[in-house]
């Protein structure tokens, strides 16, 4: 007589369904434990709903009143992001090369520019336009050179993580040629990260027409200035009309960067 053998397969061991439960209920601890150290008045929070209402029917409709001044600050933000982007992109690209292991020149260098990528990506663009204000005064300038310090990082990182995904085949035929560095840099490195290069630039670009819109709200130009003086003013309905130019520049800018990804890519 044969006894047979039934076996109920489990996704788990019970070891390892414990530490899930164990490492859930510790997530669960440290959610409730910093929602009870904040300072929370729930009594706003729930009479949200009825303030957003309120607010949404100040806000209709749009006033376009002040729509050649909004538009002329638009146009603003577009060149803050524009120039910005053009700036930062030719500063990554020596960062870029000594942050990446496979063309910095020493240790020393890929440590330089790794610590640039670092302080770059580290400080928020709003905190880099509070700094910049301080220094250059209110205005365009201080916006242009936040974008450009926060580009910087964005920029090297991948260009630099493009440089060290390359095929060192190209690279090592040309040094066998007796090629120069110059030529093996414009030869077999550039070619091969140009289309990562353009793909990480106007994605760039996207990003910072989306920042430079928000810039103005600490003086650094664009059209978060006006966004911030109707707030202040309590000016609903022009900033309903602020918002509405800020979705409509953003839409376009989406549809600019995705048409010059097809073109170029």
């Known amino acids: 007589m ?4 039934t076996h109920e397969w489990a996704r788990f061991t019970p070891v ?3 530490k899930r439960y164990v ?15 904040i ?8 009479d949200a709903p009825i303030q957003l209402v309120d607010l949404f029917a100040r806000m209709v409709p749009p ?3 002040n729509l050649p001044s909004i538009l002329e600050a638009t146009w603003q933000t577009i060149n803050i992001a524009t120039i910005a982007t053009m700036i930062a992109v030719v500063l990554s690209l020596p ?3 000594i942050s990446a292991q496979n063309t910095t020149p020493n240790v020393v ?3 330089i520019g790794r610590f640039i990528l670092v302080s770059s990506r580290s400080v928020n663009t709003i905190i880099w336009a509070l700094l910049f204000v301080a220094i250059f005064g209110p205005g365009i300038i201080a916006g242009i050179i936040a974008i450009m310090f926060r580009s910087i990082g964005f920029l090297g990182k991948l260009l630099g993580e493009a440089i060290e995904e390359i095929d060192h085949a190209p690279i090592e035929a040309l040094e066998a040629c007796g090629a120069s560095r110059f030529k093996v840099v414009m030869y077999g490195i550039v070619p091969q990260v140009m289309p990562a290069f353009f793909a990480i630039s106007i994605l760039r670009w996207d990003i910072n027409l989306r920042e430079s819109t928000v810039l103005g709200l600490v003086g650094a130009g664009g059209i978060g200035i006006i966004l911030q003086g109707a707030i202040d003013t309590f000016q609903w309905q022009e900033v309903s009309m602020v918002l509405l130019t800020i979705l409509a520049l953003v839409i376009a800018g989406e549809v600019i960067s995705s048409t010059m990804r097809k073109k170029l890519l």
């Open 109 to 111: 260098c890929l440590w």
């Open 63 to 65: 006033d376009p009143t």
């Open 2 to 5: 044969t006894q047979t053998l």
């Open 95 to 97: 960062v870029a090369y």
């Open 23 to 37: 490492a859930l209920m510790a997530v669960t601890l440290v959610v409730v434990w910093a929602l009870g150290s």
């Open 39 to 46: 300072d929370v008045i729930w009594e706003w929070v729930w």
């Open 16 to 18: 390892q369904r414990m």
